[in-house]
Nanobody, 127 residues
């Protein structure tokens, strides 16, 4: 059973920064993809960024936040990070980390492709 623990959310003012962390159980971190998704009230869940969990694994960004957000992994710590800079009120949402097993040439971006989910961490950005 893959276990994910996400953390790092909080309340910041616009243009502030946060770093989200997702600790994955050892099994999850040996292969597959880890991703960060977000969901604002009344909106569908959407992918923010995904990364293949292997050395040199490629990362993918699905929205206009590329350049403000950066996903990275620390294999030794079984952790995937989402660095978020220049946050805007539109980034306010619950952020979830998720995992999928198997080898992927390109990590999928559909939330329903992912089998394992951590509890969300709330990010609130005020203007």
């Amino acid at each position: 059973q893959v276990q994910l623990v996400g953390s790092g959310g909080g309340s910041v003012q616009a243009r502030g920064s946060l770093r989200l962390s997702c600790i994955a159980s050892e099994y999850a971190h040996q292969r597959g993809c880890l991703g960060w998704f977000r969901q604002a009230p009344g909106n569908a869940r959407e992918a923010v960024a995904t990364i293949a969990v292997r050395p040199g694994g490629s990362s993918y960004y699905t929205g206009s936040w590329k350049g403000r957000f950066s996903i990275a992994q620390d294999n030794a710590e079984n952790t995937v990070y989402l660095q978020m800079n220049n946050l805007q009120p539109g980034d306010t949402a619950m952020y979830y980390c998720a995992a999928i097993e198997g080898f992927w040439v390109k990590c999928p971006s559909g939330w329903n492709d992912y089998s394992y989910w951590g509890l969300g961490t709330q990010v609130t950005v005020s203007s």
